[in-house]
């Protein structure tokens, strides 16, 4: 069962299967968002209270979604790098920050936006938003780090530990509206519970989820490919794949 | 709905279309960074391997 | 210290010798405290020297001033150390590098975190601070500036291989360290409205004992990694 595991762990056959699997998620993605999308802004209808204003929830509640997700993935790669020693593993680790702090900042700027409409400011230092604000610096800090040694090795592994250090902060924030009393609303859909939001409302979302996920995967793909090759030195793999293209 | 209601999103459409468009935005550079950073991975390889060995 | 020596022992010993070497060096004591007093005094000479204006700043600049400076002097941790190769050696020693990290980490905050929680109500004084306030603002700063500690730690071992890392540091450590930043606030700014303060108290508490548990073991394995 862990064959395939540690075959991913090889860095040619990760290069090629990634390679095969990048346009299939870049084109399932983008239908899924663009469906998302269409339904979000003309087939759901308006809320009740905020009118046509809650479709910023279809921009906002993904992007806020992934950048959690995003860490998870890199704390998670950034273990397997440290435990199993794998190149790969800390190329998705590496590849995982930019992408995290971008969805982070589209989390924030659209929530800004869209709280300056519905609460009459554009920030407040609730629990959620304040966490959130932790998470991109996490981001940031990680990356200053990375960039900090030339050592690659040494990158990867200090790198590895800040992003298990931080990965506290990610139950932080998505616990924050349970734990305090914040001006961010609760969860609306939950996978235990009926979701309290109408089905032609909930059916764009869960398209947006998906689609920004399975886009996700093709760019983090494209960047890990690239990492991938700055780790190998001059491996005969490279050469092959570098006459193809 | 007409075009023009469409886009004046019921009087939000100072908030909304900002947003989906910074979102856009963001979207896009995430893809281009990728692939960039891609692109500039192979190059260093090639550029690599004719260090090593020059004309392979 | 070999390795026959008991774990307490051996950490005792480490927090022994960082005592002495620090009170060698006074300034490396002293100049982050004056740093503390320096920033303080700044908020009242750029903003306003009104005492009830001055009460309303006076937790946060009080804690952003307490991390500041310990910010300042969390370099000075490990660098030494690794520089001239004694942290290689107590790696090697055979103790447990939690331990020899945590011991280290103590030694640090006795030097510096706990003469600012002392002159701590000094500050609070110029800044208009009620007696009160003063008292709990101390027992905040002493949970506070000891997370920061361990936070920091974790922070430099981080960065040992680093070139000038104090700006390095700073920006790994200063979010980790918010949310202990706005609980700290809370209590003095409670404490100065005359209302408990326990609330934001017990959270700082809470953090701390998270903090100084799990700390020590982040900051080893990045010590290993530093040292290769």
């Known amino acids: 069962m862990w064959i395939w595991f540690h075959k991913l762990g090889s860095p040619p056959h990760f290069y090629r299967i990634a390679g095969r699997m990048t346009p299939w998620f870049a084109w399932i993605g983008g239908i899924l968002i663009a469906a998302g999308v269409v339904g979000g802004l003309v087939f759901a209808p308006p809320d009740y209270q905020q009118g046509d204003g809650f479709r910023i929830l279809y921009v906002h509640a993904p992007s806020a979604w992934m950048s959690l997700f995003t860490y998870i993935v890199m704390a998670l790669a950034a273990a397997i790098g440290l435990v199993w020693r794998m190149k790969v593993a800390h190329a998705v680790a590496a590849s995982c920050a930019p992408i995290g702090a971008a969805f982070t900042a589209c989390a924030l700027v659209t929530g800004a936006v869209w709280g300056q409409k519905m609460w009459g400011t554009w920030w407040v230092w609730d629990a959620r938003l304040t966490s959130e604000l932790i998470l991109l610096f996490l981001y940031f800090g990680y990356m200053a780090l990375r960039s900090a040694y030339d050592d690659q090795q040494r990158a990867d592994r200090a790198s590895a530990i800040l992003a298990l250090v931080g990965v506290v902060n990610v139950p932080i924030i998505h616990y924050s509206v349970v734990w305090w009393n914040t001006l961010h609303q609760a969860a609306s859909v939950s996978k235990m519970a009926r979701p309290s939001i109408a089905p032609e409302m909930l059916v764009p979302l869960i398209l947006m989820f998906f689609g920004f996920n399975i886009l996700f995967g093709a760019v983090l793909l494209t960047r890990v490919r690239g990492e991938v090759l700055l780790r190998e030195r001059s491996a005969d793999w490279i050469r092959a794949v570098l006459s193809k293209s | ?56 | 210290m070999n390795a026959r020596t008991g774990i307490l022992g051996a950490g005792l010993l480490l927090i022994e010798r960082d005592l002495r070497l620090a009170f060698r060096r006074p300034s490396q004591v002293f100049n982050p405290l004056v740093f503390f007093l320096v920033v303080t005094t700044l908020f009242p000479l750029s903003l306003s020297p009104l005492p009830s204006q001055l009460r309303d700043i006076a937790p946060g600049v009080l804690w952003v001033a307490a991390l500041l400076s310990s910010l300042l002097a969390l370099e000075a941790l490990l660098k030494s150390d690794a520089e001239d190769g004694t942290l290689e050696q107590m790696v090697l020693s055979g103790q447990p590098v939690v331990v020899l990290v945590a011991a280290k980490t103590a030694a640090h905050w006795l030097v510096g975190g706990l003469p600012l929680v002392i002159i701590s109500p000094v500050a609070a004084m110029s800044l208009g601070v009620t007696p009160a306030a003063m008292w709990v603002t101390a027992e905040g700063l002493l949970m506070g500036t000891l997370t920061l500690s361990f936070l920091g730690s974790v922070g430099a071992a981080l960065t040992i291989g680093v070139r000038r890392s104090s700006v390095l540091l700073s920006l790994l450590v200063l979010p980790l360290a918010m949310p202990m930043l706005i609980f700290g606030a809370r209590a003095t700014d409670l404490a100065i409205a005359g209302e408990a303060a326990s609330g934001p108290l017990y959270l700082l508490g809470a953090l701390l004992v998270f903090t100084a548990t799990l700390a020590p073991f982040a900051a080893a394995a990045a010590v290993r990694i530093g040292i290769e």
Do not use: C, D, Q
């Open chain 2, 1 to 56: 709905m007409t075009l023009r209601e469409f886009l004046y999103m019921g009087g939000y459409a100072a908030y909304v279309w900002p947003s989906y468009a910074f979102t856009a935005l963001v979207i896009g550079w995430m893809i281009a960074a990728a692939r960039r950073a891609h692109r500039n991975a192979l190059m260093a390889a090639r550029k690599r391997l004719e260090m090593e060995r020059p004309g392979s």
